[in-house]
C-alpha cells in the first residue's frame, strides 16, 4: 500500500534551517507529483510547495524563496529544504502524493504521510 513517511524536523532557532525528507512507498514513485503541506496549531492545512514528475515546483507565494523542494526518484524521496525560519513556520509539515500520474500540474491526492514537526524558537 502506498506510505509516506516524513523525517527531519525539530526544533530550531528563528534564522535556521531544516531539510525535511519524506521517503515514499508502494507505487512507483516517478510516476507522481509530490507536495508539502503544514498545519499550524488552531489552523487549517495549508499549501507549501509541490513538484510535478518533470520538476516543475510551485510554492506559495508567502514562502518563495525561502523554501525548496526537490525530488530524487532514485531514493524514493522528496524534499523540503527549509531557510530563515521565523516562528510562523512552526507546524506540523506532511507530505502528500499528488493525484494524477504524469501530470503536467500537481493536484492534491489522498495519500498523505503522519507528518514532521517543526518548531522554530529560541
Known amino acids: 500500500q502506498v506510505q509516506l513517511v516524513e523525517s527531519g524536523g525539530g526544533l530550531v532557532q528563528p534564522g535556521g534551517s531544516l531539510r525535511l525528507a519524506c521517503v515514499a512507498s508502494?507505487?512507483?514513485?516517478?510516476?507522481?507529483?509530490l507536495g508539502w503541506y503544514r498545519q499550524a496549531p488552531g489552523k487549517q492545512r495549508e499549501f507549501v510547495a509541490s513538484?510535478?514528475?518533470?520538476?516543475?515546483?510551485t510554492y506559495a507565494d508567502s514562502l518563495k524563496g525561502r523554501f525548496t523542494i526537490s525530488r530524487d526518484n532514485s531514493k524514493n524521496t522528496v524534499y523540503l529544504e527549509m531557510n530563515s525560519l521565523q516562528p510562523e513556520d512552526t507546524a506540523v509539515y506532511y507530505c502528500?502524493?499528488?493525484?494524477?500520474?504524469?501530470?503536467?500540474?500537481?493536484?492534491?491526492?489522498?495519500?498523505w504521510g503522519q507528518g514532521t514537526q517543526v518548531i522554530v524558537s529560541s
Open positions: 502528500n502524493r499528488g493525484r494524477n500520474r504524469y501530470g503536467a500540474y500537481y493536484i492534491q491526492g489522498d495519500y
Open positions: 508502494g507505487f512507483n514513485f516517478d510516476e507522481y507529483g
Open positions: 513538484i510535478t514528475t518533470h520538476d516543475r515546483s
